[in-house]
């Protein structure tokens, strides 16, 4: 029901008799039923007040001048609207042939004058309930169809195709995707059971979607997600199927498992590569190194002279270089590739490690480092040593020909989600115009007769800020010193 | 020391000859007389060891002192030979060094992982090199009692 019957609407009642006392007394009759009152003076009247309104009953007066009840009954009857109004005659004999002819022209009923109130009141209430409840579920009746209109467009404008069956499968309603996407046209789905569609369809009813294959008209197959959800209804268990088609999903997921075979492959290949780079390249490094070595420390003075001797010292520095350019293109590709292990890094700790390390190898040397106690990060430590000893290991090597030599290490709040963590030396510095070439892998913007390096150092540190969605960025000027400031991902941030 | 340390020899398993060499130079050099036995290949480390293929008749109560081991050896690898030297009661605890210019984290690992006792960087400073087998080979001839 739509509305609660507490305050029903009124119904109007018309009231039709030539005699001006009577529709009096009919008007006082029907008072009490508190609903509307109409009254015509004429069957001519009566007809005016039929184009207007609906009844729930007509009171009519047999006999009346120019068209008496009868004709005026007729005329009644004759309208669509008024064609099952209830008529009830108003008559002051009881004639057999008026009560004939009154229930053919559809009368409901005859009250004979004088009219007794309380008889009267209680036919005409009959008729007012009656027109109540055939209003009653004229509106039901309009509700329910506006929502299984509702229902319509929405199983409609479903992306998925709609299957609402029996719990034996049999098909009793589907939406229009389900034409597209098996090839069935709607009239043709209903009634067949759901497993020509989905061979495999059991009554699960789980909303978590199922992968099961699908069967078109034509006999191909598709995979399909489907979920199910019960419904209990008068007329039984429905189960609604969502049956989606996922062969675009499904295609996609096998070019990504391709491509990650390839790229497995590709890696593996890369691996193998590195060892044998690893392994081979330094091979004959070494035997010019170590031969050259020998030659000075067994014939320096006899059969080699001075020039000779520098000779071999250059010929076992440039191979001594090489030897660290491929140490650093290794760490560069692995620095890449390595799994990353987060964990809560005491990065103070492991800064304070490395300067100590630095003071070891160069005990002559005196630096002031300012390492900003209790500084942490969430990040991997063996790459994070890593970072911080390029860092540091540049700091501590340009700053290598002034004599107050100054480094320091402290964390910066930043207007971006991370704090970034800053390294400033007052050494040589750089010119802020290559200040983007840094970063490259064999830039260097010092000579190697002035500074030592690969030049690679750099690229390392930035592939793994990278790794850990951070960012790092320098500033330099010549002669006064390099800043390098760096962010690690807000997620691998110290809680 | 057993009675006999003085004749069992040092086991360079080396495939690359300049490699021996230079690691030879370091060995005679270093003030400890003894013998060097080199084998080219993980086989052959293996056969000389255990006397049997071609080194068949090799009198196997001497054993090696100390065992110098690179890893990427033709026909049986590095690895290999360890876990073979582990797996025999006779030489489960010859002291056994791996010589390899590998950094790889894998390689160091599956080293130990078969029972090396250290593992040195062939580096390409033969300097560094120097001083890191005359230490070595001090230790494990020297003061390690095995």
Same mark, same amino acid.
């Given at each position: 029901?739509?509305?609660?019957?507490?305050?029903?609407?009124?119904?109007?009642?018309?009231?039709?008799?030539?005699?001006?006392?009577?529709?009096?007394?009919?008007?006082?009759?029907?008072?009490?039923?508190?609903?509307?009152?109409?009254?015509?003076?004429?069957?001519?009247?009566?007809?005016?007040?039929?184009?207007?309104?609906?009844?729930?009953?007509?009171?009519?007066?047999?006999?009346?001048?120019?068209?008496?009840?009868?004709?005026?009954?007729?005329?009644?009857?004759?309208?669509?609207?008024?064609?099952?109004?209830?008529?009830?005659?108003?008559?002051?004999?009881?004639?057999?042939?008026?009560?004939?002819?009154?229930?053919?022209?559809?009368?409901?009923?005859?009250?004979?004058?004088?009219?007794?109130?309380?008889?009267?009141?209680?036919?005409?209430?009959?008729?007012?309930?009656?027109?109540?409840?055939?209003?009653?579920?004229?509106?039901?009746?309009?509700?329910?169809?506006?929502?299984?209109?509702?229902?319509?467009?929405?199983?409609?404008?479903?992306?998925?195709?709609?299957?609402?069956?029996?719990?034996?499968?049999?098909?009793?309603?589907?939406?229009?995707?389900?034409?597209?996407?098996?090839?069935?046209?709607?009239?043709?789905?209903?009634?067949?059971?759901?497993?020509? #569609? =989905?061979? !495999?369809?059991?009554?699960?009813?789980?909303?978590?979607?199922? *992968? &099961?294959?699908?069967?078109?008209? /034509?006999? @191909?197959?598709?995979?399909?997600?489907?979920?199910?959800?019960?419904?209990?209804?008068?007329?039984?268990?429905?189960?609604?199927?969502?049956?989606?088609?996922?062969?675009?999903?499904?295609?996609?997921?096998?070019?990504?498992?391709?491509?990650?075979?390839?790229?497995?492959?590709?890696?593996?290949?890369?691996?193998?590569?590195?060892?044998?780079?690893?392994?081979?390249?330094?091979?004959?490094?070494?035997?010019?190194?170590?031969?050259?070595?020998?030659?000075?420390?067994?014939?320096?003075?006899?059969?080699?002279?001075?020039?000779?001797?520098?000779?071999?010292?250059?010929?076992?520095?440039?191979?001594?270089?090489?030897?660290? #350019? =491929?140490? !650093?293109?290794?760490?560069?590709?692995?620095?890449?590739?390595? *799994? &990353?292990?987060?964990?809560?890094? /005491?990065? @103070?700790?492991?800064?304070?490690?490395?300067?100590?390390?630095?003071?070891?190898?160069?005990?002559?040397?005196?630096?002031?480092?300012?390492?900003?106690?209790?500084?942490?990060?969430?990040?991997?430590?063996?790459?994070?040593?890593?970072?911080?000893?390029?860092?540091?290991?540049?700091?501590?090597?340009?700053?290598?020909?002034?004599?107050?030599?100054?480094?320091?290490?402290?964390?910066?709040?930043?207007?971006?989600?991370?704090?970034?963590?800053?390294?400033?030396?007052?050494?040589?510095?750089?010119?802020?115009?290559?200040?983007?070439?840094?970063?490259?892998?064999?830039?260097?913007?010092?000579?190697?007769?002035?500074?030592?390096?690969?030049?690679?150092?750099?690229?390392?540190?930035?592939?793994?800020?990278?790794?850990?969605?951070?960012?790092?960025?320098?500033?330099?000027?010549?002669?006064?010193?390099?800043?390098?400031?760096?962010?690690?991902?807000?997620?691998?941030?110290?809680? | 020391?057993?009675?006999?340390?003085?004749?069992?020899?040092?086991?360079?398993?080396?495939?690359?000859?300049?490699?021996?060499?230079?690691?030879?130079?370091?060995?005679?050099?270093?003030?400890?007389?003894?013998?060097?036995?080199?084998?080219?290949?993980?086989?052959?480390?293996?056969?000389?060891?255990?006397?049997?293929?071609?080194?068949?008749?090799?009198?196997?109560?001497?054993?090696?002192?100390?065992?110098?081991?690179?890893?990427?050896?033709?026909?049986?690898?590095?690895?290999?030979?360890?876990?073979?030297?582990?797996?025999?009661?006779?030489?489960?605890?010859?002291?056994?060094?791996?010589?390899?210019?590998?950094?790889?984290?894998?390689?160091?690992?599956?080293?130990?992982?078969?029972?090396?006792?250290?593992?040195?960087?062939?580096?390409?400073?033969?300097?560094?090199?120097?001083?890191?087998?005359?230490?070595?080979?001090?230790?494990?001839?020297?003061?390690?009692?095995?």
């Amino acid at each position: 029901m739509a509305r609660p019957a507490a305050a029903p609407e009124k119904v109007k009642i018309l009231l039709v008799d030539d005699n001006e006392d009577n529709l009096i007394s009919l008007e006082a009759a029907l008072e009490v039923l508190r609903e509307d009152l109409i009254l015509a003076r004429s069957g001519r009247e009566a007809l005016r007040e039929l184009l207007e309104h609906d009844f729930a009953a007509i009171l009519l007066d047999v006999k009346m001048p120019e068209m008496d009840g009868f004709e005026t009954a007729e005329l009644i009857r004759a309208r669509k609207r008024s064609e099952h109004t209830p008529i009830l005659f108003l008559t002051g004999y009881r004639n057999e042939e008026h009560l004939f002819r009154g229930y053919d022209l559809g009368a409901v009923d005859f009250l004979f004058k004088p009219i007794v109130p309380e008889v009267l009141r209680s036919k005409v209430a009959v008729f007012v309930e009656l027109s109540r409840s055939a209003q009653r579920q004229k509106a039901q009746a309009e509700v329910l169809a506006k929502a299984e209109q509702k229902f319509r467009t929405l199983l409609d404008a479903a992306p998925d195709a709609m299957l609402i069956t029996k719990e034996d499968g049999e098909i009793v309603l589907a939406n229009s995707r389900t034409d597209g996407m098996f090839g069935y046209s709607r009239a043709d789905v209903l009634g067949q059971n759901i497993r020509e #569609l =989905i061979p !495999d369809w059991t009554l699960v009813a789980t909303t978590d979607a199922r *992968e &099961l294959r699908a069967v078109r008209r /034509d006999g @191909s197959q598709f995979p399909a997600e489907i979920s199910a959800s019960p419904l209990l209804t008068e007329e039984g268990l429905l189960i609604t199927s969502a049956v989606r088609d996922i062969s675009e999903r499904k295609r996609a997921e096998e070019r990504i498992e391709e491509r990650n075979r390839q790229l497995a492959a590709l890696n593996l290949e890369l691996e193998a590569f590195s060892y044998s780079v690893s392994h081979d390249l330094r091979a004959p490094l070494r035997s010019v190194e170590g031969f050259a070595k020998i030659l000075q420390r067994d014939y320096t003075g006899q059969v080699l002279d001075e020039t000779a001797n520098e000779h071999l010292q250059r010929m076992r520095s440039a191979a001594g270089r090489m030897g660290d #350019l =491929i140490e !650093d293109l290794l760490e560069l590709s692995r620095v890449s590739r390595a *799994e &990353l292990s987060i964990e809560a890094v /005491d990065i @103070s700790r492991v800064a304070a490690d490395i300067i100590q390390e630095l003071r070891h190898r160069d005990p002559e040397r005196h630096v002031d480092v300012i390492i900003e106690p209790g500084m942490t990060a969430k990040a991997d430590p063996r790459l994070i040593s890593v970072v911080l000893g390029n860092l540091l290991g540049n700091a501590w090597k340009f700053t290598s020909k002034i004599s107050d030599a100054h480094i320091e290490f402290k964390r910066e709040h930043t207007d971006e989600e991370a704090d970034a963590f800053c390294i400033c030396d007052n050494g040589a510095g750089f010119d802020p115009a290559f200040a983007d070439k840094l970063f490259a892998p064999f830039q260097r913007l010092h000579r190697v007769s002035e500074f030592e390096g690969t030049g690679v150092g750099l690229a390392i540190v930035q592939r793994v800020i990278q790794r850990h969605n951070g960012r790092i960025w320098a500033r330099g000027t010549p002669g006064e010193g390099a800043t390098f400031r760096f962010t690690l991902a807000r997620e691998s941030r110290a809680a | 020391m057993s009675a006999t340390a003085g004749q069992q020899p040092i086991l360079l398993v080396d495939d690359n000859a300049d490699d021996e060499l230079l690691t030879l130079d370091v060995l005679n050099n270093c003030g400890l007389a003894r013998s060097v036995v080199v084998v080219r290949d993980g086989l052959e480390a293996i056969e000389w060891i255990f006397g049997n293929g071609s080194h068949a008749g090799r009198d196997t109560t001497v054993m090696p002192r100390l065992v110098l081991l690179d890893l990427k050896l033709p026909k049986i690898n590095g690895f290999e030979v360890l876990s073979q030297l582990r797996g025999d009661g006779r030489t489960r605890y010859i002291p056994t060094v791996v010589l390899s210019s590998s950094t790889q984290r894998d390689d160091i690992e599956k080293s130990y992982a078969r029972g090396a006792n250290s593992y040195v960087r062939k580096v390409v400073n033969f300097e560094e090199y120097s001083v890191a087998l005359r230490c070595l080979c001090e230790y494990w001839l020297q003061h390690n009692w095995v």
